[in-house]
């Protein structure tokens, strides 16, 4: 079982590190943090997108599995960001939900990995748009189940409730679950855009799949990018007990 959390973006060594340290301890087995971020609009409130920290958030990433032994997850969009995570040894990359069809660069990670890393995992997010078979058929680009995570984050669907972003497509990840030897986790962070759901969502995700992934901040309204969607210290805390409890309590 999978309980990948921290910041959506790394912000700082400081907060890279104080967000891990925290995460870590309530039995958190990934950190994840974006360094390549990016946002909807070019021009958000009349300021330039916040593009992420770049080549200096992926030097962080490896300062966190330096000092803390645990294995980092960052997001990458183009071939020259893969190679980057790959030169920092950064343990798993992730494909976010806006490139699953970018066959292009699926198959520059995937020569990648098998020149370099044969056994190493990939995180591929489900397009908001994608079927689960055109998911599937993305990460047998990535050269398949042995390798790939398949990451459910919500899709576009009929319902424009403004609160919410998406809809987490559990029949999609029982399916997965059902029919086929992928692992899956279940991101309620992006599949919400609401931090009084995740914790809901979280529960549901893990009667049903192998994990979650959450956005996690010490003080989530400072986030530069999802501040919405992420959730505090104590409400991690919470979850990671019902990780490690069971969704029913201790058995
Ligand atoms: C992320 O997890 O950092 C991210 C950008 O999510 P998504 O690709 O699901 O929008
Ligand atoms: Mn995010």
Redesign the pocket.
């Given at each position: 079982m999978f309980l990948m959390a921290g910041p959506?973006g790394v912000e700082s060594r400081d907060q890279a590190f104080r967000i891990a340290e925290f995460v870590q301890r309530q039995g958190a087995t990934h950190f994840?943090g974006?360094a390549f971020?990016g946002q909807n609009r070019p021009i958000v409130n009349g300021k330039p997108e916040y593009l992420g920290l770049g080549e200096e958030g992926v030097e962080i990433l490896a300062k966190v599995q330096d000092e803390f032994k645990i294995p980092c997850v960052c997001?990458v969009q183009s071939k020259e960001q893969a190679y980057l995570v790959a030169k920092y040894n950064i343990k798993i990359m992730?494909v976010?939900?806006?490139n699953m069809d970018n066959l292009c660069l699926l198959r520059d990670i995937r020569y990648l990995y098998d020149k370099y890393n044969p056994s190493g995992q990939i995180i591929l997010?489900r397009g908001p748009s994608a079927t689960v078979d055109e998911w599937i058929g993305a990460a047998e680009h990535l050269g398949g189940e042995d390798r790939v995570v398949l990451c459910e984050?919500g899709i576009s669907s009929f319902d424009r409730t403004p609160q919410t972003r998406w809809r987490l497509d559990f029949v999609g990840v029982a399916h997965v679950k059902k029919y086929t030897n992928y692992r899956i986790i279940v991101?309620p962070s992006?599949g919400s855009g609401d931090r009084e759901l995740v914790s809901l969502l979280s529960k549901a995700a893990l009667a049903i799949s192998d994990g979650i992934?959450v956005e996690v901040h010490y003080d989530p309204d400072s986030s530069p990018t999802d501040p919405k969607q992420t959730i505090d210290f104590d409400t991690f805390k919470e979850i990671a007990r019902i990780y490690k409890e069971g969704i029913y309590g201790r058995k």
């Open positions: 959506c994840r974006g971020k997001d992730m976010g939900a806006r997010k984050r991101d992006h992934m």
